[in-house]
């Protein structure tokens, strides 16, 4: 992800949080690095920084998190090498197997879905194709795509291509939020440099899987040691917030 897009994502949760937060300070909201973002009241300034809260490994080679970043580039060069053929414009959906792809991987793989993009691209007349792989078509048919869907909806200005998935959600456990903040408290010292008090903002439930909890009982029960003001889990699904109970170490 580029850092542009990293401020982008950050500033939506920094507004989901200040739409949702009663008494969020009111001030000059300024980006920043160490901390995300500074907020300048009238006699202070808080200094908040966003956090996404990804599961831990799951005894694959690469974990989650970085598995779907390689398969959103696979599937984005695969786009890329699309557009380059000066093709009728889709909406392409792509589900492929949770593996733990190689970066030598991302070329060869990518081709093969610009080429099963364009042979699934709808007859005039015809909103969509879909194809899954199965032992007839497995000759051209890549063995890691379950499956491709293929749209060409009216209005489109470009050609759009995206991964679908799965995965379980587990629970949201005091443990897993004790990491990210342990993690965050070895950097306060930089973040209250440049502010007053300092606040951690962890976001679940975002755009990624890797970030999907269900249950956060456990978390609302716990106590968590820390040097920031305020802690805060963001849940993008259904937009609530959770303030956790803190103790200064």
């Not at 869907?149 to 998935?165: C, E, K, Q």
Request: negative net charge; hydrophobic residues 40%.
């Amino acid at each position: 992800m580029t850092r542009k897009a990293k401020k982008h994502f950050e500033r939506q949760y920094l507004d989901a949080v200040r739409d949702l937060l009663a008494d969020f300070p009111l001030g000059d909201v300024r980006e920043y690095e160490q901390p995300d973002f500074l907020v300048r009241t009238s006699d202070r300034v808080i200094g908040i920084e966003i956090t996404e809260l990804h599961r831990a490994n799951d005894g694959q080679p690469v974990p989650m998190q970085g598995r779907e970043a390689i398969r959103d580039q696979i599937v984005q060069r695969a786009k890329a090498l699309y557009d380059g053929e000066s093709l009728p414009l889709i909406d392409c959906c792509v589900h492929l197997k949770d593996l733990s792809y190689r970066r030598t991987e991302i070329d060869p793989l990518a081709a093969k879905i610009a080429a099963l993009a364009k042979r699934n691209i709808p007859p005039e007349g015809t909103l969509a194709k879909r194809e899954q792989y199965d032992w007839v078509n497995r000759e051209y048919f890549p063995e890691e795509v379950d499956y491709i869907r293929v749209a060409r909806f009216d209005g489109l200005t470009a050609s759009f291509f995206g991964t679908a998935g799965s995965t379980w959600a587990e629970p949201l456990t005091p443990d897993t939020v004790r990491a990210v903040i342990d993690t965050k408290d070895g950097k306060i010292d930089e973040y209250l440099r440049q502010c007053d008090e300092a606040w951690l903002v962890i976001v679940t439930d975002s755009r990624t899987m890797s970030t999907w909890f269900n249950s956060s009982d456990q978390v609302k029960a716990a106590t968590f040691m820390t040097r920031f003001a305020r802690v805060i889990i963001l849940r993008t699904f259904g937009r609530e917030l959770i303030e956790l109970p803190t103790a200064r170490p």
